[in-house]
């Protein structure tokens, strides 16, 4: 057991074991936007094993040939490293296809272990489910009777988890019945970001930052990622889903347990998760009459969309964590499209200086930790200075981290990288748990069983009327027109 586990281990260099990689829903947009295009970079940059095969199915007809042509072309319009030398030669060369639709899965079976037997002892197979959540439950089970599971198989799957707490059981125990839980990797693209994951940097690498991660110190806690772009050709998507399903259950509670967690007992998969876990648990559910929805106008003449849809296209909301911690630190989340800016951006709001020895009505804003989540980001920290002059005046002033100018771009993964490699190795610190999603459906529950009515906002603008209100004498982040680092 011991020379077994020792052959597990990730190697020094970064390099996973032998992989064949099966990527269904080949021929899809997010393999076109980021997966192909993701592990070509991995490629080039060493983080791909040695001996790799990536096998692309999906229900449309091609060959190997097309299969490559059609990756060359992606890479070439969305790829950050050019489908170009010894490297894209060597790439293309592994690529192979095999159309497939569930639940006849027979001669995909027989290219996945034709590329596992011809890379050899060790080598591990990854599923890569970029397929719409109405295929989802054909193409577990066929997977699961194709011979095309095991101990040395990996999976992974997009959001959504469910849609509710029902659905979500539901997909898990769909799940488990093909794959151990360790085996499963729920993919969560903004975890993968460098800002997302610098939060526990910052915290517990700091001892300036960790004292005042507390109530004590913190007024409220804003996660906004507001979007400029509209629906588009998601019409249908989201009026089965909307902002909340789509964003909030997903992305920003996952970027708050990241804020709010504690201590973990060391940086290991387990460690965090569990203390993930425990801020889920202590979330209050989400009171509806805490919650504004807002539907941009113009969103119901979309083909697709009902003329009387009560679908929101922005949510802003508040969020209670009962612990000690936490005690009284309201977390509000904002989130929707067509708003003036597209930002992903984490604030922490400290109170005022307890000593008042000035003014609170200088006019200066509270220290803030501002987290700018971006490719790759940036972190800024907005204090109380002295202003230049003969007098003692206060104004604004902030202290700015970007990471261009702190480590060199080489070293940068963009999300999806970071999270491919990291599930070829094994590692499962970034995805999400099954008792973690089935929580925050039920934290949910509340809201989806009694939603507020959708109100109207202007496309430009900031949310319907009750957005501001919703935080009283606080304050959002956003709208800040500071220069960019």
């Avoid at 021929?27 to 692309?56: N, Q, S, W, Y």
């Avoid at 050899?120 to 719409?132: A, D, K, N, W």
């Avoid at 990471?403 to 970034?430: C, I, Q, S, V």
Wanted: a negative charge; charged letters at 25%.
């Amino acid at each position: 057991m011991a020379s077994a586990r020792r052959a597990e281990e990730p190697r020094a260099d970064g390099r996973p074991e032998p992989h064949v990689v099966v990527l269904f829903g080949a021929t899809g947009d997010l393999a076109a936007r980021k997966l192909i295009p993701g592990f070509f970079r991995l490629h080039k940059v060493g983080l791909m094993p040695e001996r790799f095969r990536i096998v692309g199915t999906s229900p449309v007809p091609m060959d190997r040939d097309a299969f490559r042509a059609h990756a060359h072309d992606v890479v070439a319009e969305f790829g950050r490293a050019a489908p170009t030398g010894r490297a894209w030669a060597q790439f293309v060369d592994r690529l192979d296809y095999v159309a497939s639709d569930p639940p006849h899965l027979g001669d995909l079976a027989t290219a996945v272990h034709d590329a596992a037997e011809h890379l050899g002892t060790g080598t591990r197979i990854l599923h890569y489910l970029s397929v719409p959540p109405f295929a989802m439950s054909d193409v577990v089970t066929a997977i699961g009777a194709t011979d095309l599971a095991g101990e040395r198989v990996r999976v992974i799957l997009e959001k959504p988890f469910g849609t509710d707490l029902d659905s979500a059981r539901s997909l898990n125990v769909l799940l488990h019945s093909v794959f151990d839980e360790s085996q499963i990797f729920r993919i969560d693209h903004f975890l993968g970001k460098e800002d997302v994951q610098n939060i526990l940097a910052i915290r517990f690498a700091n001892r300036l930052f960790e004292p005042v991660w507390n109530s004590q110190h913190v007024t409220h806690v804003t996660i906004e990622v507001p979007e400029t772009l509209g629906v588009e050709q998601r019409a249908a998507f989201y009026e089965e889903t909307g902002a909340f399903r789509d964003m909030v259950v997903t992305h920003l509670f996952q970027a708050l347990g990241f804020v709010a967690m504690e201590t973990p007992a060391g940086f290991s998969a387990d460690a965090l998760a569990a203390e993930k876990q425990r801020v889920f648990d202590a979330m209050l559910p989400i009171d509806p009459a805490r919650v504004v929805r807002g539907q941009y106008e113009g969103y119901r003449d979309i083909p697709g969309v009902a003329p009387d849809s009560d679908v929101e296209t922005m949510i802003a909301l508040e969020v209670a964590i009962e612990n000690e911690r936490w005690d009284g630190v309201p977390f509000y989340l904002r989130t929707g499209k067509r708003m003036p800016e597209g930002r992903r951006v984490i604030t922490v709001h400290c109170k005022h200086a307890p000593m008042h020895l000035f003014p609170e009505a200088d006019g200066t804003r509270p220290d803030q930790m501002v987290f700018e989540i971006g490719e790759p980001g940036s972190i800024r920290v907005n204090f109380v200075s002295k202003a230049p002059g003969p007098r003692m005046l206060l104004g604004d002033a902030h202290l700015d981290f970007g990471y261009r100018k702190n480590f060199h771009p080489r070293d940068e993964l963009e999300a999806y990288e970071r999270l491919l490699h990291d599930a070829m190795l094994g590692e499962r610190t970034l995805f999400n748990r099954a008792d973690g999603v089935e929580r925050l459906w039920e934290v949910a529950a509340p809201l989806i069983d009694a939603p507020p009515p959708v109100r109207p906002y202007a496309p430009g603008t900031w949310g319907p009327p009750g957005t501001d209100e919703l935080l009283g004498s606080r304050h959002w982040y956003l709208p800040d027109h500071s220069p960019s680092i």
